[in-house]
């Protein structure tokens, strides 16, 4: 599923924030349909007023508490937490904010398991995301630097579930991971 928008040259924080919502939601309900523990964590967790005072700050604890995944799962065979980024536009690449994934990288770097997943449900742990380039900020976005990381490099989320053993508490899911389920 995408949810894309076409054909505008600027999209607002506020187009931006509606679309990653959407899309967060899209991914909690997929893993609570496929029986995995899904939590909310990071930014979107905390109250507006806190959102609105980190992210005038670019100190280490700010940094930390804007760059946090959006989610925690937990399994039966470990944790781990689950950056949701959504995209404005379709392209050949998906992009993703510079600083959030250095951030990513200094917590994988820690032995932390972050699982990035992308519109469209496509998945792979941040360290292991092959970048085709860094760019700097675009006009159409936050004008912040980013990296694009091309789509067909990554699984679908279900393969890659199905690959890295990931299973719910709601029986055997292992047939469910092996093609897009009815709900989506």
Not at 156 to 164: G, N, P
């Amino acid at each position: 599923m995408s949810l894309v928008a076409r054909n505008k040259e600027y999209y607002s924080f506020r187009d931006r924030l509606e679309n990653g919502l959407k899309f967060e939601n899209t991914v909690e309900t997929t893993f609570k349909k496929l029986g995995l523990s899904i939590y909310p964590y990071g930014l979107g967790s905390l109250p507006d007023v806190a959102k609105e005072e980190l992210i005038k700050l670019n100190d280490p604890t700010s940094l930390l508490l804007r760059f946090a995944p959006d989610f925690f799962c937990v399994t039966e065979q470990f944790s781990f937490f689950i950056e949701c980024k959504s995209s404005m536009e379709q392209t050949p690449n998906y992009s993703y904010n510079l600083d959030c994934y250095n951030a990513g990288l200094e917590l994988a770097k820690l032995g932390i398991k972050i699982l990035t997943i992308f519109d469209g449900l496509h998945a792979q742990w941040v360290h292991k995301l092959r970048l085709s380039r860094v760019c700097e900020g675009s006009s159409k976005g936050s004008g912040k630097p980013y990296i694009l990381i091309p789509k067909k490099d990554l699984p679908d989320l279900f393969s890659f579930l199905s690959r890295e053993q990931i299973k719910g508490n709601v029986g055997t899911q292992r047939s469910r991971c092996d093609s897009f389920p009815d709900f989506l």
